[in-house]
């Protein structure tokens, strides 16, 4: 995360950042703080490969009246901020490498997955097996990783690193009567404010990752306080 004073989100469009605390502007961006100017280049970067899809560096670089270097330094900073990727390679139809083509990724075109996920969850909450279904969902995502069944503080851990993998930005403390585990976020915020499934689909898979009866004790409060954690402590 890069912190910049008066920052401006970059990419598809300008958004200034939020002032949450300690008066400064806090915005996720890759590398560094950019001016209007570098914001607008790639701008038009995205929407010429919204209309142009498999276009190479050279033919935005015509259409833009920029050179094909500067074009392929904003590109490179656009890959590796997941709204461009490269998409393929054609012939330059003499000796030297094949040129790179690029199209816009999902996170540039938009999904339409949070809808889906909140229709299914409404569906579910419709049914007396909602509970158990829950639990079998989290079976599922808890089987993607391999534990160890005998070292408790080293499963964990892994349980910890899988946490995080999937941006819980989870930690664990030890106490006497087990593991207490710390979400400091929700990687589904958006949802979980209307579906408090989700809540419980957390419970069930924590659980399973730590082998340990838990539940919920102190909930994220989804107002003033962005960074209020969820606290899971062993069933009494």
């Known amino acids: 995360m890069a912190i910049c004073e008066n920052a401006i989100i970059i990419l598809p469009f300008a958004v200034p950042c939020q002032r949450l605390f300690m008066q400064k502007y806090f915005c996720i961006i890759t590398g560094a703080c950019y001016t209007p100017l570098v914001q607008s280049t790639r701008q038009k970067i995205l929407h010429h490969l919204n209309s142009h899809p498999g276009a190479a560096a050279v033919e ?11 074009i392929r330094y904003h590109l490179g900073l656009l890959i590796k901020s997941g709204w461009v990727q490269i998409s393929g390679k054609r012939n330059s139809g003499y000796a030297g490498r094949p040129i790179k083509l690029y199209n816009l990724t999902s996170l540039s075109l938009g999904t339409n997955i949070e809808f889906l996920l909140a229709a299914m969850l409404e569906s579910l909450a419709t049914k007396k097996s909602a509970n158990s279904d829950l639990q079998a969902i989290a079976e599922t995502l808890a089987a993607k990783i391999n534990l160890n069944p005998d070292n408790r503080i080293l499963r964990f851990n892994q349980a910890l690193e899988y946490l995080n993998q999937l941006n819980y930005h989870a930690s664990w403390e030890a106490r006497p009567d087990g593991p207490q585990v710390i979400l400091r976020h929700c990687p589904y915020l958006d949802l979980a404010k209307n579906h408090t499934q989700l809540c419980q689909f957390d419970n069930h898979l924590i659980s399973i990752l730590f082998d340990t009866p838990l539940e919920l004790t102190r909930k994220r409060s989804f107002g003033t306080n962005p960074f209020s954690p969820c606290i899971l402590k062993p069933k009494l």
């Open 60 to 70: 935005i670089s015509r259409s833009l009246d920029l050179t094909a270097a500067n």
